[in-house]
């Protein structure tokens, strides 16, 4: 598209965006919004975050960051020269020349879409907007979301999306945790409602993000990333079948799939685990599904995918009670250790974790349940269905000892596994972080057949 094709608006925008003269501003700093602020900020813009949560601008105003990818210094550094700040109040979108909408898109207990954040958001900015702004929608959601929903909420005021200002969907990606993979180098995918609106949000991210991806409309950038998604949700959904048949078969599950990860071509490892966890994997693909049952279109591998993965934690207490059983112990008045509640290693995010339903359900088998995780000091009792308030214990030699039964939920590199493995009665391993068969480890998708250990020599 050439400079002559482009409107006054829209040439006006670019020419700040290349300048980087544009005030930015990203609604919502959570997991996403923050790193992406940050990012902004150093791109050269000057970074505006507007949050809710006064605790989070308060930690910017003191040049904090709270969450774990973002180092403090960066976010200290942006605030000192001015180029990244935050606040409560919506009142500065009358300042801001691009906004990038980064709140949550949960699911109702029904499994359909919960759009209230984004409703609420984009009618706070609806408020402030001038001719010229971009906005651009980040949170995950079904296709349709950014013309049917935000476009209307936008045009309230009376400016047109695509001619007053500009409107483009754009998946966020981040993976936390991963040091390799972070928001500058993951490309980012791009769908405008118009060709400038997608000209002008490669500009925007162009500053700050390595390689940009635009697609035709914000259908298709919506439909993408759900496509990655499900695509993970379906794979994990069928390596964990594999694991429940290897288990019945007599096969280690972990072994079959290093083994099959070693075909150079038309193979890519999945890894079982104790059910799904965390924003994205277990709720995005319902967004898909919820959006196409309007069709009159059933998705299959979404549901299948679903109700296998949302059993494995029954399946995870089945083999506690195995652990236990090859002790002559019930689950009912055993003190049962879950190492690791964190949906994902190395993270502290616990939402969706799949720890939280097991220990809700050995809570509700009568178990005294107690946690190790090195990244969740405290878990409070509104989160687990066993009510009372818990704080993480250190996994001491004590601890263990004193454990009826051991379980790994989530494998952070923190803990000492082979300390694990020597001091406590009974293992159940749901991530192969013991590597190798042990009499007393009871694996994930790997069946022991020794219904009677005779305790651990210590
Ligand atoms: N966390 C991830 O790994 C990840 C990865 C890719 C995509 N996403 C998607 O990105 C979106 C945001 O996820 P997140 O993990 O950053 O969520 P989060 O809960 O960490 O952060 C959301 C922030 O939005 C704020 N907020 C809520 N309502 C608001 C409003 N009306 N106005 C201003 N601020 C408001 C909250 O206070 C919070 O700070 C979701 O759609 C999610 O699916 C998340």
Not at 88 to 98: G, I, N, P, Q
Not at 372 to 380: N, Q
């Amino acid at each position: 598209m050439t400079q002559q094709e482009f409107p006054a608006l829209a040439a006006a925008l670019r020419a700040r965006l290349r300048s980087r003269q544009a005030r930015t501003g990203v609604v919502g700093l959570g997991y996403v919004g923050l790193p992406l602020a940050v990012e902004l900020g150093k791109g050269g813009f000057t970074a505006v975050g507007i949050d809710l949560d006064e605790r989070k601008v308060e930690a910017i105003a003191a040049g904090t960051s709270y969450i774990p990818d973002v180092p403090s210094a960066d976010v200290a550094a942006l605030v000192q020269a001015g180029k990244l700040s935050a606040t409560t109040d919506f009142a500065c979108v009358a300042e801001l020349d691009t906004i990038n909408i980064c709140v949550p898109t949960p699911l109702r207990k029904t499994k359909d879409p919960d759009l209230s954040y984004i409703v609420a958001a984009t009618e706070r900015i609806a408020e402030h907007l001038k001719p010229g702004t971009l906005v651009i929608l980040e949170s995950t959601t079904y296709p349709g979301t950014t013309d049917e929903v935000v476009q209307p909420i936008l045009e309230r005021g009376g400016l047109k999306a695509g001619v007053d200002f500009f409107l483009a969907f754009s998946p966020e990606r981040v993976d936390p945790g991963n040091p390799t993979f972070t928001t500058r180098n993951v490309p980012k995918v791009v769908g405008g409602l118009t060709p400038v609106c997608s000209a002008l949000s490669a500009d925007l991210y162009g500053a700050a993000i390595e390689t940009i991806v635009p697609v035709s409309s914000t259908r298709v950038a919506e439909m993408v990333k759900l496509l990655e998604n499900t695509f993970r949700a379906v794979n994990i959904g069928l390596v964990n079948e594999l694991a429940l048949m290897c288990d019945r078969l007599g096969i280690d599950v972990w072994e079959v799939v290093t083994a099959a990860a070693t075909k150079p071509f038309g193979f890519m490892p999945f890894y079982p685990g104790p059910g799904l966890g965390g924003h994205c994997i277990p709720i995005d693909p319902f967004y898909l599904s919820w959006k196409v049952r309007q069709t009159g279109f059933e998705p299959r591998f979404i549901e299948l995918a679903g109700h296998i993965n949302g059993n494995m934690p029954h399946y995870v207490v089945d083999k506690i009670a195995d652990a236990l059983n090859s002790r002559k112990k019930a689950i009912n008045g055993s003190q049962v250790l879950v190492a690791g509640i964190a949906y994902k290693r190395d993270i502290d995010d616990m939402r969706e974790s799949p720890a939280l339903d097991i220990m809700s359900l050995l809570h509700q088998k009568g178990a005294r349940v107690s946690f190790a995780d090195p990244w969740v000091p405290h878990l409070d009792g509104h989160e687990w269905q066993g009510g009372a308030d818990l704080a993480a214990v250190e996994l001491t030699t004590e601890a263990l000892r004193a454990a009826d039964c051991v379980v790994i939920i989530t494998d952070h590199k923190a803990f000492d596994y082979a300390q694990i493995l020597r001091e406590a009665d009974v293992i159940v391993d749901t991530r192969n972080a013991i590597k190798g068969s042990f009499p007393n480890v009871f694996k994930l998708g790997a069946a022991k057949l020794v219904p009677d250990l005779e305790p651990a020599a210590r």
